[in-house]
């Protein structure tokens, strides 16, 4: 029998777990995505665009399209998807896994500042901070205009639009991953002495180790906590657990 699987996408582990699902008998993958970039990247197999209407919206879909298993593999920053495929399944009687990537760990020699959300890191910089990079996605800028006194670096694929009120700012258009020799090269080149990022994990990683090696304070956002499910940190685990339904 074909068991219909739903992945929560927009994350590279949805990508890869729709395009892993694309070669196995009895199994057959739909990607769900959000709806936000104009022109996403097609997974394998069937896409769904746009969201569901809530939990009960989502939870009406699992039944209606039989849905056998659900995938929650949203980005780690997606704080409320996960949230509501937990209510969903537990109300449609319906299996969830949450495939999400490791986050990075503080290494010795990080001098990392935790921080649970950006107004928190906004507060943080206002010690000790007078030249930051701040490779963030260009909608979560906002916050950090506030700070005039400091000199900002932005890296992201796109501009912001609108651009926020920087009273001093320089915006570098680029899209990783990056090498760490590169990254060291242009912390060292804007003389930046703090970074801020948020917990993503995976391959954009060598920021954090040029930063080590500088001895630089990185403000580095916290996941935001989520509901507790069978977890999977990579695909072959998520496969081993659907083979396991
Ligand atoms: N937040 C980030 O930093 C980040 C980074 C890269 C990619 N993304 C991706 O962008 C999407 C939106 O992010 P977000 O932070 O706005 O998420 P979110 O706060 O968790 O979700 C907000 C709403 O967007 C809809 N939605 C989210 N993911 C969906 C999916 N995979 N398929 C269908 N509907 C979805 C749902 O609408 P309904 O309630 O109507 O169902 C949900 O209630 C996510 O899929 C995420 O994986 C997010």
Same mark, same amino acid.
């Given at each position: 029998?074909?068991?219909? +699987? *739903?992945?929560?996408?927009? =994350?590279?582990?949805?990508?890869?777990?729709? #395009?892993?699902?694309?070669?196995?008998?009895?199994?057959?993958?739909?990607?769900?995505?959000?709806?936000?970039?104009?022109?996403?990247?097609?997974?394998?197999?069937?896409?769904?665009?746009? #969201?569901?209407?809530?939990?009960?919206?989502?939870?009406?879909?699992?039944?209606?399209?039989? +849905?056998?298993?659900?995938?929650?593999?949203?980005?780690?920053?997606?704080?409320?998807?996960?949230?509501?495929?937990?209510?969903?399944?537990?109300?449609?009687?319906?299996?969830?896994?949450?495939?999400?990537?490791?986050?990075?760990?503080?290494?010795?020699?990080?001098?990392?500042?935790?921080?649970?959300?950006?107004?928190?890191?906004?507060?943080?910089?206002?010690?000790?901070?007078?030249?930051? *990079?701040?490779?963030?996605?260009?909608?979560?800028?906002?916050?950090?205009?506030?700070?005039?006194? +400091?000199?900002?670096?932005?890296?992201?694929?796109?501009?912001?639009?609108?651009?926020?009120?920087?009273?001093?700012?320089?915006?570098?258009?680029?899209?990783?991953?990056? =090498?760490?020799?590169?990254?060291?090269?242009?912390?060292?080149?804007?003389? +930046?002495?703090?970074?801020?990022?948020?917990?993503?994990?995976?391959?954009?990683?060598?920021?954090?180790?040029?930063?080590?090696?500088?001895?630089?304070?990185?403000?580095?956002?916290?996941?935001?906590?989520?509901?507790?499910?069978?977890?999977?940190?990579?695909?072959?685990?998520?496969?081993?657990?659907?083979?396991?339904?």
């Amino acid at each position: 029998m074909l068991r219909t +699987i *739903l992945i929560l996408g927009g =994350s590279a582990e949805a990508q890869a777990l729709a #395009g892993a699902l694309a070669g196995r008998p009895g199994l057959k993958g739909i990607t769900a995505l959000a709806g936000r970039t104009a022109q996403p990247r097609r997974p394998a197999g069937a896409l769904r665009i746009g #969201g569901f209407g809530g939990a009960e919206g989502l939870a009406d879909y699992l039944r209606a399209e039989w +849905i056998a298993a659900v995938v929650d593999a949203t980005h780690p920053f997606a704080a409320r998807m996960g949230w509501n495929a937990a209510q969903a399944c537990a109300a449609a009687g319906v299996p969830l896994l949450r495939l999400e990537r490791p986050a990075w760990l503080r290494q010795p020699g990080d001098v990392w500042d935790e921080v649970e959300d950006w107004a928190a890191a906004v507060d943080r910089l206002r010690t000790g901070a007078r030249r930051v *990079l701040l490779a963030l996605g260009r909608q979560e800028l906002a916050p950090f205009a506030a700070l005039t006194e +400091i000199w900002f670096l932005i890296r992201s694929v796109q501009a912001p639009e609108p651009w926020p009120p920087f009273a001093q700012a320089e915006f570098l258009p680029a899209r990783g991953p990056f =090498s760490v020799a590169d990254e060291r090269a242009l912390l060292l080149e804007h003389g +930046i002495d703090t970074l801020v990022c948020k917990n993503s994990g995976g391959p954009t990683g060598a920021k954090l180790e040029a930063a080590r090696a500088l001895g630089l304070r990185v403000v580095m956002r916290r996941r935001p906590p989520r509901p507790e499910t069978a977890r999977a940190d990579g695909v072959d685990q998520a496969l081993a657990w659907l083979e396991r339904l």
